[in-house]
Protein backbone atom coordinates (compact mmCIF):
# COMPACT_ATOMS: atom_id res chain seq x y z
CA UNK A 1 0.00 0.00 0.00
CA UNK A 2 1.50 3.39 -1.01
CA UNK A 3 2.23 5.42 2.54
CA UNK A 4 2.42 8.89 3.44
CA UNK A 5 5.28 10.59 5.45
CA UNK A 6 5.01 14.27 7.10
CA UNK A 7 6.54 15.94 9.86
CA UNK A 8 5.51 15.59 13.19
CA UNK A 9 5.06 18.38 14.23
CA UNK A 10 5.46 22.88 12.78
CA UNK A 11 5.17 25.54 14.20
CA UNK A 12 3.78 29.56 12.83
CA UNK A 13 2.91 32.65 14.41
CA UNK A 14 -0.72 34.10 13.44
CA UNK A 15 -1.38 35.67 10.35
CA UNK A 16 1.44 34.15 8.79
CA UNK A 17 1.54 31.50 5.77
CA UNK A 18 2.29 27.67 6.64
CA UNK A 19 3.47 25.12 3.86
CA UNK A 20 2.61 21.48 5.08
CA UNK A 21 4.43 19.15 3.37
CA UNK A 22 3.68 15.54 2.20
CA UNK A 23 5.68 12.97 1.24
CA UNK A 24 3.80 9.74 -1.27
CA UNK A 25 6.35 8.57 -3.31
CA UNK A 26 5.06 5.50 -3.96
CA UNK A 27 1.51 7.30 -4.76
CA UNK A 28 -0.38 4.70 -7.64
CA UNK A 29 -2.28 6.77 -10.24
CA UNK A 30 -5.37 6.31 -9.12
CA UNK A 31 -4.94 7.70 -5.76
CA UNK A 32 -6.63 10.97 -5.01
CA UNK A 33 -4.66 13.36 -2.25
CA UNK A 34 -6.84 14.15 0.70
CA UNK A 35 -6.06 16.62 3.55
CA UNK A 36 -8.21 16.46 6.85
CA UNK A 37 -7.73 18.08 10.10
CA UNK A 38 -8.82 17.45 13.59
CA UNK A 39 -8.97 19.74 16.39
CA UNK A 40 -8.80 18.71 19.88
CA UNK A 41 -11.34 16.78 20.91
CA UNK A 42 -13.42 16.59 17.27
CA UNK A 43 -13.73 14.05 14.71
CA UNK A 44 -11.46 14.86 11.42
CA UNK A 45 -12.35 17.49 9.14
CA UNK A 46 -12.17 17.53 5.40
CA UNK A 47 -9.73 20.78 3.99
CA UNK A 48 -8.82 19.56 0.32
CA UNK A 49 -8.15 17.39 -1.89
CA UNK A 50 -6.34 16.92 -5.57
CA UNK A 51 -5.46 14.25 -8.37
CA UNK A 52 -2.93 16.35 -10.33
CA UNK A 53 -3.42 19.57 -10.63
CA UNK A 54 -2.77 22.59 -7.72
CA UNK A 55 -6.46 23.05 -6.42
CA UNK A 56 -7.73 26.06 -4.12
CA UNK A 57 -10.51 26.58 -1.89
CA UNK A 58 -11.65 28.36 0.53
CA UNK A 59 -9.62 26.83 3.33
CA UNK A 60 -6.24 25.96 1.94
CA UNK A 61 -4.20 25.35 -1.38
CA UNK A 62 -2.91 22.12 -2.35
CA UNK A 63 0.17 22.27 -4.77
CA UNK A 64 1.13 18.79 -6.17
CA UNK A 65 4.32 17.88 -7.50
CA UNK A 66 4.40 17.39 -11.14
CA UNK A 67 5.28 13.49 -10.40
CA UNK A 68 3.14 13.43 -7.76
CA UNK A 69 5.71 11.89 -5.38
CA UNK A 70 4.83 14.65 -2.61
CA UNK A 71 2.54 17.58 -1.84
CA UNK A 72 2.47 20.55 0.14
CA UNK A 73 -0.83 22.13 2.03
CA UNK A 74 -1.09 25.98 2.23
CA UNK A 75 -2.99 27.59 4.64
CA UNK A 76 -2.20 31.53 3.24
CA UNK A 77 -2.95 33.04 7.10
CA UNK A 78 -2.57 30.95 10.09
CA UNK A 79 -4.73 31.87 12.95
CA UNK A 80 -5.51 30.03 16.24
CA UNK A 81 -8.39 28.40 14.75
CA UNK A 82 -5.90 26.67 12.20
CA UNK A 83 -4.32 24.74 15.25
CA UNK A 84 -4.85 21.09 14.93
CA UNK A 85 -3.62 17.56 13.21
CA UNK A 86 -3.25 17.76 9.91
CA UNK A 87 -3.38 14.48 7.97
CA UNK A 88 -2.37 13.64 4.25
CA UNK A 89 -4.10 10.63 3.06
CA UNK A 90 -4.06 8.70 -0.11
CA UNK A 91 -7.83 7.79 -1.11
CA UNK A 92 -7.90 5.43 -3.84
CA UNK A 93 -10.64 3.54 -6.15
CA UNK A 94 -12.25 1.29 -3.27
CA UNK A 95 -12.94 4.19 -1.46
CA UNK A 96 -11.73 3.38 1.98
CA UNK A 97 -9.28 5.40 3.54
CA UNK A 98 -6.21 3.08 3.51
CA UNK A 99 -2.99 5.00 4.07
CA UNK A 100 -2.73 7.55 6.92
CA UNK A 101 0.44 9.77 7.13
CA UNK A 102 1.29 10.20 11.06
CA UNK A 103 -0.19 13.73 10.41
CA UNK A 104 1.36 16.96 11.45
CA UNK A 105 0.68 18.92 14.65
CA UNK A 106 0.59 22.48 13.77
CA UNK A 107 0.99 24.93 16.52
CA UNK A 108 -0.04 28.38 15.95
CA UNK A 109 1.36 31.35 18.19
CA UNK A 110 -0.51 34.65 18.41
CA UNK B 1 -28.60 20.44 7.44
CA UNK B 2 -27.64 17.61 9.95
CA UNK B 3 -24.65 15.66 10.00
CA UNK B 4 -23.10 12.27 10.98
CA UNK B 5 -24.34 11.88 14.58
CA UNK B 6 -22.97 8.80 16.77
CA UNK B 7 -24.37 7.63 20.24
CA UNK B 8 -23.53 7.25 22.79
CA UNK B 9 -21.09 9.60 23.33
CA UNK B 10 -19.35 8.34 25.85
CA UNK B 11 -19.33 4.62 27.12
CA UNK B 12 -17.62 2.65 29.92
CA UNK B 13 -17.51 -0.82 30.32
CA UNK B 14 -16.53 -4.08 31.78
CA UNK B 15 -13.56 -6.64 29.99
CA UNK B 16 -15.39 -9.06 28.75
CA UNK B 17 -19.04 -7.85 27.84
CA UNK B 18 -20.30 -6.38 24.49
CA UNK B 19 -21.20 -2.97 23.02
CA UNK B 20 -23.02 -1.19 20.73
CA UNK B 21 -22.31 2.24 19.31
CA UNK B 22 -24.44 3.46 16.59
CA UNK B 23 -23.86 5.53 13.66
CA UNK B 24 -26.39 7.94 11.97
CA UNK B 25 -25.10 8.82 8.96
CA UNK B 26 -26.03 12.24 6.77
CA UNK B 27 -29.26 11.54 4.91
CA UNK B 28 -28.56 10.47 1.24
CA UNK B 29 -24.91 9.47 1.63
CA UNK B 30 -24.63 5.81 0.26
CA UNK B 31 -20.70 5.57 1.91
CA UNK B 32 -20.19 4.78 5.19
CA UNK B 33 -17.21 4.30 7.18
CA UNK B 34 -15.86 2.79 10.62
CA UNK B 35 -12.50 4.19 11.91
CA UNK B 36 -11.04 4.30 15.67
CA UNK B 37 -8.70 6.30 16.77
CA UNK B 38 -6.67 5.55 20.07
CA UNK B 39 -5.29 8.04 22.20
CA UNK B 40 -2.55 9.79 20.72
CA UNK B 41 -2.48 8.43 17.39
CA UNK B 42 -4.16 8.23 13.82
CA UNK B 43 -6.84 7.10 12.75
CA UNK B 44 -7.08 3.12 12.05
CA UNK B 45 -9.77 2.13 9.29
CA UNK B 46 -12.27 -0.50 10.44
CA UNK B 47 -15.02 -1.38 7.60
CA UNK B 48 -16.65 0.46 4.65
CA UNK B 49 -20.09 0.14 3.84
CA UNK B 50 -20.84 0.96 -0.35
CA UNK B 51 -24.87 0.76 -1.09
CA UNK B 52 -25.88 -2.73 -1.54
CA UNK B 53 -22.60 -4.24 -1.93
CA UNK B 54 -20.96 -6.45 0.43
CA UNK B 55 -19.10 -4.61 3.16
CA UNK B 56 -15.05 -4.25 2.93
CA UNK B 57 -14.30 -5.63 6.49
CA UNK B 58 -10.39 -5.72 5.61
CA UNK B 59 -9.80 -3.34 8.56
CA UNK B 60 -11.29 -5.64 11.64
CA UNK B 61 -8.71 -6.26 14.22
CA UNK B 62 -10.69 -9.32 14.91
CA UNK B 63 -13.88 -11.56 14.57
CA UNK B 64 -15.05 -10.03 17.98
CA UNK B 65 -16.03 -7.23 16.02
CA UNK B 66 -18.64 -6.69 13.19
CA UNK B 67 -20.59 -4.65 12.18
CA UNK B 68 -24.01 -3.93 10.37
CA UNK B 69 -25.89 -1.05 8.36
CA UNK B 70 -29.75 -2.12 7.88
CA UNK B 71 -31.68 -0.13 5.29
CA UNK B 72 -28.64 1.46 3.84
CA UNK B 73 -28.53 3.87 6.57
CA UNK B 74 -27.87 3.73 10.31
CA UNK B 75 -24.64 1.43 10.80
CA UNK B 76 -23.88 -0.34 14.93
CA UNK B 77 -20.67 -1.46 15.45
CA UNK B 78 -20.58 -4.39 17.94
CA UNK B 79 -17.68 -5.48 19.90
CA UNK B 80 -17.95 -8.83 22.06
CA UNK B 81 -15.98 -9.75 25.03
CA UNK B 82 -14.07 -6.24 25.10
CA UNK B 83 -11.04 -6.38 26.23
CA UNK B 84 -8.97 -3.27 27.31
CA UNK B 85 -7.22 -2.84 23.99
CA UNK B 86 -10.16 -1.82 22.31
CA UNK B 87 -10.62 1.57 24.90
CA UNK B 88 -10.64 4.32 21.70
CA UNK B 89 -12.72 6.80 19.94
CA UNK B 90 -14.67 5.30 17.22
CA UNK B 91 -15.53 7.32 14.56
CA UNK B 92 -17.74 6.96 11.97
CA UNK B 93 -18.00 9.03 8.63
CA UNK B 94 -20.22 9.03 5.75
CA UNK B 95 -20.09 10.31 2.02
CA UNK B 96 -21.90 10.82 -0.72
CA UNK B 97 -20.86 8.05 -3.32
CA UNK B 98 -17.55 6.42 -2.14
CA UNK B 99 -15.17 5.55 -4.53
CA UNK B 100 -11.84 6.99 -5.67
CA UNK B 101 -13.55 9.90 -7.15
CA UNK B 102 -12.54 12.54 -4.64
CA UNK B 103 -15.14 11.84 -2.28
CA UNK B 104 -15.64 13.88 0.91
CA UNK B 105 -15.64 12.19 4.21
CA UNK B 106 -17.84 13.85 6.58
CA UNK B 107 -17.08 12.36 10.59
CA UNK B 108 -19.35 12.36 13.33
CA UNK B 109 -18.07 13.78 17.06
CA UNK B 110 -17.01 10.06 17.95
CA UNK B 111 -17.92 7.59 20.49
CA UNK B 112 -14.98 7.16 23.21
CA UNK B 113 -15.20 3.73 24.76
CA UNK B 114 -13.27 2.85 28.00
CA UNK B 115 -12.65 -0.51 28.41
CA UNK B 116 -12.04 -1.20 32.43
Known amino acids: DAKTTQPNSMESNEEEPVHLPCN????????YIHWYRQLPSQGPEYVIHG?????NNRMASLAIAEDRKSSTLILHRATLRDAAVYYCILLNNAGNMLTFGGGTRLMVKP | GAGVSQSPSNKVTEKGKDVELRCDPISGHTALYWYRQSLGQGLEFLIYFQGNSAPD??????DRFSAERTGGSVSTLTIQRTQQEDSAVYLCASSLEGGGRGDTQYFGPGTRLTVL
Open chain 1, 24 to 31: HSTISGTD
Open chain 2, 57 to 62: KSGLPS
Open chain 1, 51 to 55: LTSNV
